[in-house]
């Protein structure tokens, strides 16, 4: 067991030991959306405190959701990635799939 930005990570034996592939992949994008919402904070050299104003969302909150203690609602990454200039999307898994 490792931390990587704060979230455990799992070495794939115990991965597959113990929880289903269902459940991996959630964890794995739910991992992906909060990276991509600090990445989009931090690269605009926005604060928590500033992305509390400009979103409505508290800063422990934001705290939280970015530390993986609690997973945000659809509403509440919209809140949060609006003021950023982002927006969520659905896209492939694996584009190459769906070609």
């Known amino acids: 067991m490792a931390k990587l930005n704060g979230f ?5 034996e115990y991965d597959t030991q113990h929880f289903t ?3 991996i992949a959630e ?11 600090i990445d989009a ?3 605009q050299g926005v604060s928590q405190r500033s992305l509390e104003g400009m979103s409505g ?12 203690v609690n997973s945000p609602t659809v509403e509440t990454l919209i809140r949060l990635l609006a003021p950023l200039g982002k927006k ?3 896209v492939p898994m694996n584009p190459s799939a769906n070609e």
């Open 57 to 68: 969302i508290k800063q422990p909150a934001i705290a939280r959701i970015e530390k993986g």
């Open 27 to 37: 964890s794995d994008l739910e991992a992906e959306l909060i990276m991509a919402l």
């Open 21 to 23: 592939p269902e459940e």
């Open 8 to 12: 455990t990570v799992w070495d794939e």
């Open 41 to 43: 904070r931090e690269s």
């Open 88 to 90: 969520l999307a659905v």
